[in-house]
């Protein structure tokens, strides 16, 4: 088949895209929650509660952005 080496190649560069888009979604979860974690060393107030929950949503948002990328990088490399 001739089109199998560039089917090959395709799936290298699109696992190579994952895997660095996974990176950086990782990085920034981190990142929000050392944020987080931070904003809640300190005292406040309200508005200081009401940013560690902003926070926290991103936290979760960006969780889930990680675990979809890791399942489609799971997915690209199964074939």
Known sequence: ??????RRRY??????????LLGL????????LFAGMAG?????GA???AR???LMRWR??????????FLALVWSMRG
Not at 11 to 20: A, D, G, N, P, Y
Not at 60 to 69: M, R, T
């Open 60 to 69: 979760v948002v960006l969780q889930g952005l990680s675990i979809a990328l």
């Open 25 to 32: 979604s990782m990085l920034a979860t981190l990142g929000v």
């Open 11 to 20: 799936v290298l560069r699109m696992t190579v895209f994952l895997s660095i």
């Open 47 to 49: 508005a200081a509660g």
């Open 52 to 54: 560690s929950n902003r």
């Open 40 to 44: 809640l060393g300190r005292d406040g």
């Open 1 to 6: 088949m001739p089109c199998a080496p560039r």
